[in-house]
C-alpha cells in the first residue's frame, strides 16, 4: 500500500470490479485505449493485477481516496508487454474516473508510484501511449519523462488495422541522488 497525502493506493478488491467496469464504459476515459471494458473484461484485468502483484510484488494498483474511500481508478507499475519494446522491463501506467481528472490526482499517484519504485532500485521506468493522448503525455513530462525518439512502436496486442496501433514510449532514469 502507497498513501499520498490526498491518495491511497492498494491491492485489487472484488468490490473494485464494478466500478472499474463502470470506468471502462465511459467512452471518453477509453477514447485511447481500444474501446469500452466488458464485465468480463473488468474481471479478467482485476484477475490480472492480481496475479501481476503476487509474481512482480506490484501492479496496477487501485488508486482511492483517502478522505472517503471513493475508486478514482489505478496507478501503478507492472512488465511492458510481450513483444514491445519494454517487454518485461517497468512501465508505469494510470486510469481515473473522468470525475477525477483535472484535480491532481494522477499526478499525485504516479510521484507516489515513482518514489516506490526508485526506493526499490529500479534504475529506469517506461511509459507507453498513443500520439494524440495528450493528456498522459502531458503527465509524462510533468513527471521528468523524455520521449524516446527513436523508440515509436505498433503495440502488438492490438490489431494492424487499429487507429490506436501506433504507439510512443517514454522514460525516466532514477534521479541520481535516490
Partial sequence: MIDTTRLRLRGWRDDDIAPFHAMGQDTEVMRYLGGLTSMAGAEAMVGEQRGTAARFGRCFWVVERRDDGAFLGFCGVEPGPARSPIAGLPEIGWRLVRD??????????????????????????????????????????????????????????????????RHILYRIARPADD
Fill in 100 to 165: 477525477a481528472w483535472g484535480q491532481g490526482y494522477a499526478e499525485e499517484a504516479a510521484r507516489a508510484v515513482l518514489a516506490d519504485e526508485w526506493r526499490r532500485g529500479t534504475d529506469r521506468v517506461f511509459a507507453v501511449t498513443v500520439p494524440a493522448n495528450r493528456r498522459s503525455r502531458g503527465l509524462m513530462e510533468r513527471l521528468g519523462m523524455s520521449r524516446v525518439h527513436d523508440g515509436d512502436f505498433d503495440h502488438p496486442d492490438l490489431p494492424p488495422d487499429s487507429a490506436l496501433r
